[in-house]
Nanobody, 126 residues
Framework: QVQLVESGGGLVQTGGSLRLSCAASGRTFSTYTMGWFRQAPGKEREFVAAITRSPSITYYADSVKGRFTISRDNAKNTVYLQMNSLKPEDTAVYYC???????????????????WGQGTQVTVSS
């Protein structure tokens, strides 16, 4: 069982930046693909970004490409999401998720991930 704990959410003005962190338990973090998803009120949870195990290939939703950067530090069992040029439409609860090496499904689908954090709120004011 893997536990994921997100932090770093908050209130920021349009154009501002935030860095989310997700700390994972366990000794197999480096073998997992890690993802960030978000869910706005009244909407379905959607894919934001993912980073594979080595060589840490990254993937982004079109809506955040060029503004968000996902990274990982395996020594700290932590994945990060640097969010720049934030917009009001980025307002959502952001979730961290982990995908085991043998999990199936496309990396951008919720169902491809086995473990989820509790979420952290990001609010972007206009």
């Amino acid at each position: 069982q893997v536990q994921l704990v997100e932090s770093g959410g908050g209130l920021v003005q349009t154009g501002g930046s935030l860095r989310l962190s997700c700390a994972a338990s366990g000794r197999t973090f480096s073998t997992y693909t890690m993802g960030w998803f978000r869910q706005a009120p009244g909407k379905e949870r959607e894919f934001v970004a993912a980073i594979t195990r080595s060589p840490s290939i990254t993937y982004y939703a079109d809506s955040v490409k060029g503004r968000f950067t996902i990274s990982r530090d395996n020594a700290k069992n932590t994945v990060y999401l640097q969010m720049n040029s934030l917009k009001p439409e980025d307002t959502a609860v952001y979730y961290c998720a982990s995908r085991r090496p043998y999990d199936s499904g496309n990396y951008y689908r919720n169902s491809a991930y086995s473990y989820w954090g509790q979420g952290t709120q990001v609010t972007v004011s206009s």
